[in-house]
T-cell receptor, first 115, second 114 residues
Framework: KAGVTQTPRYLIKTRGQQVTLSCSPI?????VSWYQQTPGQGLQFLFE???????NKGNFPGRFSGRQFSNSRSEMNVSTLELGDSALYLC??????????????FGPGTRLTVL | AQSVTQLGSHVSVSEGALVLLRCNYS??????LFWYVQYPNQGLQLLLK??????LVKGINGFEAEFKKSETSFHLTKPSAHMSDAAEYFC????????????FGKGTRLSVIA
C-alpha cells in the first residue's frame, strides 16, 4: 500500500503570496491531519479533517485554512504569507474504526520557505 | 489539556552504549503515548505506542519504552546504540477520544559517536 504523499516537497514563496499544499492519504484512510514543524515551536497541530468536515482546529490565525475532498485528499492553504510561515508542513492520515485512538501515518512533508 | 516535556534537546552516545531519551507527560485523563523518529528531510515514523495495555512497550529497531504513571514518564531506551539511530526523536501524547490531536514534545536530537 502506498504511504501518505505530499506535494510539492519543496516550495519557495515571497511574503504576501499565498500557497496551497496537497496531501493524499493512505488508501482507505478517511482522517487527515496537518502539522507545522519549525525549529522554534516544534510540531504544532493545524487542523484535522474527516469526511470533508473540519473536526479539530489548532491555534493558528485564519490565514491558515484547509479542506478535504470526497476522495479524502486534503489541501491546506496559507494566504498572505509571512516570514514566520517558513516551516515543514506535515500531513498525517488515519483509519477511522471507532472511538479508540487511530494510529497516524505521516507523509514526508512539504518544506515551505518564505523570502 | 495534555503536554509533553522532553528533557535534553540533544543527546550524544557512543556506538554500542545505552540510549535513554526522556519524556514526561501531563494529562488529566489516561493518556496514549507515542515515540516517533524523524530522519533528515523525512516525515515521522512511529517507533512505538502505549495505549493502556502492557506498560512495557517494545517497538521497532530494538527500542522500548516503559509507561510509569506514578512518575508521569514514558522514557525511550535501547540497549545498544547503532550509527543508524542518529535522528530526531519526538514523544507525543493524546487521549482516548478518537479524534484528539497529538501533542508533541520539542524533540531530542540523538547523535551516535563511532
Amino acid at each position: 500500500k502506498a504511504g501518505v504523499t505530499q506535494t510539492p516537497r519543496y516550495l519557495i514563496k515571497t511574503r504576501g503570496q499565498q500557497v496551497t499544499l496537497s496531501c493524499s492519504p493512505i488508501s482507505g484512510h478517511r482522517s487527515v491531519s496537518w502539522y507545522q514543524q519549525t525549529p522554534g515551536q516544534g510540531l504544532q497541530f493545524l487542523f484535522e479533517y474527516f469526511s470533508e468536515t473540519q473536526r479539530n482546529k489548532g491555534n493558528f490565525p485564519g490565514r491558515f485554512s484547509g479542506r478535504q475532498f470526497s476522495n479524502s485528499r486534503s489541501e491546506m492553504n496559507v494566504s498572505t504569507l509571512e516570514l514566520g510561515d517558513s516551516a515543514l508542513y506535515l500531513c498525517a492520515s488515519s483509519l477511522e474504526v471507532g472511538a479508540s485512538y487511530n494510529e497516524q501515518f505521516f507523509g514526508p512533508g512539504t518544506r515551505l520557505t518564505v523570502l | 489539556a495534555q503536554s509533553v516535556t522532553q528533557l535534553g534537546s540533544h543527546v550524544s552516545v557512543s556506538e554500542g552504549a545505552l540510549v535513554l531519551l526522556r519524556c514526561n507527560y501531563s494529562s488529566s485523563v489516561p493518556p496514549y503515548l507515542f515515540w516517533y523518529v524523524q530522519y533528515p528531510n523525512q516525515g515521522l515514523q512511529l517507533l512505538l505506542k502505549y495505549t493502556s495495555a502492557a506498560t512495557l512497550v517494545k517497538g521497532i529497531n530494538g527500542f522500548e519504552a516503559e509507561f510509569k504513571k506514578s512518575e508521569t514518564s514514558f522514557h525511550l531506551t535501547k540497549p545498544s546504540a547503532h550509527m543508524s539511530d542518529a535522528a530526531e526523536y519526538f514523544c507525543a501524547v493524546t487521549v482516548n477520544s478518537g479524534n484528539t490531536p497529538l501533542v508533541f514534545g520539542k524533540g531530542t536530537r540523538l547523535s551516535v559517536i563511532a
